[in-house]
């Protein structure tokens, strides 16, 4: 069991992410059950492929445009060989600077009703990142 203060911001409340890995494909997270799959954890992969029930989701890294070392990340998610979703994600290293965790995330509604919901933690060891069906 996980539970994480977010955003640990001095102007923000206190909200807490409460999170349980019921099995290998099933996390609970502040009440409500999901499929899930790991993107990444402690090192972070600037590219790479996974697969969450009917869903493939592939992400890469078309440039680094940043001066700070921030990274652009494309996803996108494909349902057999049609891309059913997308989004760009912004991995900036330097969050890290005034707060001890980071957590972002970004839903992506897809044309059947499913959600795709990605979580983003990073900490100063590594990150974990995570795809939830819901």
Same mark, same amino acid.
């Given at each position: 069991n996980t539970t994480l203060k977010k955003p640990l911001a001095p102007w923000s409340e206190p909200e807490y992410l409460n999170m349980t890995v019921l099995n290998e494909t099933t996390i609970e997270l502040s009440g409500r059950t999901y499929r899930y799959t790991v993107l990444g954890l402690w090192n972070v992969s600037f590219s790479g492929r996974a697969r969450l029930e009917k869903y493939t989701i592939i992400w890469e890294q078309p440039e680094n445009? @940043? @001066?700070t070392g921030g990274q652009r990340i494309d996803f996108k998610i494909y349902? &057999?060989?049609v891309i /059913?979703?997308? #989004? @760009?994600?912004?991995y900036i290293p330097s969050?890290? *600077?005034?707060?001890?965790v980071v957590v972002n995330s970004k839903? /992506? *509604?897809l044309p059947? &009703? *499913?959600m795709l919901i #990605?979580? #983003?933690?990073? /900490?100063?060891?590594g990150v974990l990142w995570l795809a939830l069906l819901g």
């Open positions: 445009i @940043t @001066t349902k &057999g060989s /059913v979703g997308s #989004f @760009t994600y912004w969050q890290l *600077d005034s707060f001890c839903s /992506v *509604d059947n &009703g *499913d #990605f979580i #983003f933690m990073h /900490v100063e060891k």
